[in-house]
């Protein structure tokens, strides 16, 4: 039996999606713990492109997917998901928390109006309702997937929530009038479509880990954008670091083997919010472009910058990570130099840790390390050994730094582009 946990060491979109795919193979269940539609990952298999937002990416391989309680989940879009691979000839085997949270029509309202309502100091969200579910489910006023299967209690529920809701409109003078019969209704009628799936996934996860099963969890967003050790309040809302998945499944952390670290070649971060090694130039343009840098759920440009090894540093030291996969590594391909961030400098002094306060990462000047770039990386490279000296350089010198072993290359989209070290 083993349980491994893929997670993203920067802002997202670090290539989750392929590696959970590369994982997969060996695992029974693929499991998300956090997050909801706001996050999409992107699986190439062969000339199909697949993107998900809220369906376990193992799905494309028949494998079980969970969706686990601490997700946060927008019933139509699931349904559409679902419907769509069907339609494409996948029948997606799926089993959903009847603990996760529901995205109601009012927390999609309300995010893109605390958005406009903070101007210039707005977050970026994804406007898909994942902020205001998640503070609902916190604030204990939640609508949980098991109330869509139950008329009287969605019922009862939208009784006590509405009103305050439309209170809240108010203030932000939203002019929707939320009506009970129609929301009821349509929320009842995604209950009928999922009921089926609906089941305690801890129990099933537990029993699962007790019958020597293989289970992947698979992260959304980075550990930059963690509510509590993200560049907060630019994070999302959820957990995204390795503890995360033993909040939002329900099984004990002592079941957990290897933590995954993905950490793409360089660095990108969509939204608002500090990026220390944020580039202006043609090495952004070039990062942006050659990596299809564009947000796989809003369609927004990425930010990009060189390698943080601060940010991946405090990755690994807060997930305990205990293998890297590299993504991307091709993207920097045609580079004269490429650099890496080792430590910044605050008020200067150099330091070597992700401080807590956001003036103060704003503040932060990152220190460098120059490398020699190369001109290509053969796509049919299969060992380390076949790559281009100045990128082995490259990755050597972040093995080192990181003290942690690297367990995969990505040197391109595909399946097969995937060096295994
Ligand atoms: P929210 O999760 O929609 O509330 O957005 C909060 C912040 O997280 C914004 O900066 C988003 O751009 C960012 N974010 C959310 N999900 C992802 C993701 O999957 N990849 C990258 N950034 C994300």
């Not at 199909?48 to 391989?61: A, D, N």
């Not at 406009?116 to 902020?131: A, D, E, P, S, V």
Request: charged share 25%.
């Amino acid at each position: 039996m083993t349980v491994n946990l893929v997670i993203g060491t920067q802002w997202g979109d670090e290539g989750k999606g392929k590696v959970v795919d590369y994982y997969s193979k060996d695992a029974n269940y693929v499991v998300r713990y956090q997050g909801g539609n706001n996050a999409g990952h992107t699986i190439k298999v062969g000339k199909e492109v697949y993107k998900l937002h809220i369906v376990p990416s193992g799905v494309i391989q028949g494998k079980i997917g969970v969706i686990g309680n601490g997700v946060v989940i927008d019933p139509e879009v699931l349904i559409n998901e679902i419907e769509n691979l069907k339609s494409r000839g996948i029948i997606p085997k799926i089993m959903i928390s009847d603990r996760a949270n529901i995205i109601m029509p009012y927390h999609k309202i309300l995010d893109g109006a605390e958005e406009q309502n903070l101007g210039n100091k707005k977050i970026g969200t994804t406007k898909r309702g994942i902020g205001p579910c998640y503070s609902d489910k916190i604030a204990r006023k939640g609508i949980r997937a098991i109330d869509l299967t139950n008329k009287k209690t969605l019922s009862k529920k939208l009784d006590e929530i509405l009103p305050v809701k439309q209170k809240l409109f108010k203030v932000y003078k939203i002019e929707n009038k939320l009506d009970k019969k129609e929301i009821l209704d349509t929320y009842i009628g995604f209950g009928t479509s999922l009921k089926d799936f609906i089941v305690p996934t801890h129990i099933e996860l537990n029993k699962a880990i007790g019958l020597g099963k293989n289970i992947l969890f698979e992260g959304a967003q980075g550990t930059m954008l963690d509510v509590d050790f993200g560049t907060y309040p630019y994070t999302t809302s959820s957990h995204t670091i390795a503890g995360g998945s033993v909040i939002g499944t329900g099984i004990g952390p002592n079941h957990i083997n290897d933590i995954i670290g993905i950490m793409k070649a360089y660095t990108t971060r969509v939204g608002e919010g500090p990026l220390p090694t944020e580039l202006f130039d043609k090495n952004g343009k070039h990062l942006q472009q050659k990596g299809h840098e564009f947000g796989t759920t809003t369609s927004r440009p990425r930010r990009c910058g060189w390698l943080d090894l601060v940010v991946v540093r405090h990755s690994c030291l807060l997930s305990g990570i205990t293998k890297i996969a590299i993504t991307k590594l091709d993207v920097l391909d045609g580079l004269e130099t490429v650099k890496i961030c080792i430590k910044y400098k605050l008020n200067g002094k150099e330091i070597d840790y992700f401080p807590a306060n956001i003036e103060d990462v704003k503040n932060c000047k990152p220190v460098f390390k120059d490398f020699n770039g190369w001109k290509k990386i053969e796509r049919s490279s299969s060992k380390v050994s076949d790559l281009p000296k100045e990128a082995r350089k490259y990755l050597e010198f972040i093995e080192k730094e990181l003290k942690i072993p690297f367990a995969l290359v990505s040197i391109g989209p595909g399946r097969k582009e995937t060096i295994e070290v």
